[in-house]
């Protein structure tokens, strides 16, 4: 083919603000996770598919398969759709305690 560019399993985008490796971020409607550190404005990998152990909000319970979307505002993970944009699907069930505050994410990509 020769309209191929790459398979876009990570790709270069411009910091929405101050990220380090493994921080999610989002630009528009794409939600990746840094794969190096970056400032406000500069260019950093991002992988957008993959399975990864994301910051959430503590006090949620999740099921294998529950919708996870990104909280712009805290830069956490959460199963709350208002105002926050969907980034893919819990792979393992969480507790819903106060400290349960990792939550293991695999990312669709952008819908």
């Given at each position: ?6 398979p876009?399993?990570t790709i270069s ?10 921080d ?6 794409i ?14 990998e ?10 959430k ?8 398969g ?17 105002s ?7 792979t ?13 994410v695999?990312?669709n990509a952008?819908?």
């Open positions: 083919m020769k309209n191929y560019v790459q876009g399993s985008l411009s910091a929405p603000y101050a990220v380090t490796s493994g999610g971020l989002l630009v528009g409607s939600f990746g996770i840094a794969a190096g550190d970056a400032d406000l404005n500069d260019p950093v991002a992988a957008l598919t993959g399975v990864f152990d994301l910051t909000v503590g006090s949620q319970a999740w099921t294998v529950a919708k996870v979307y990104w909280d712009d505002t805290n830069k956490r993970t959460t199963s709350v759709a208002t926050n944009t969907l980034i893919g699907v819990a393992e069930a969480v507790a819903g305690g106060a400290g349960d505050t990792i939550g293991r695999r990312l952008s819908f």
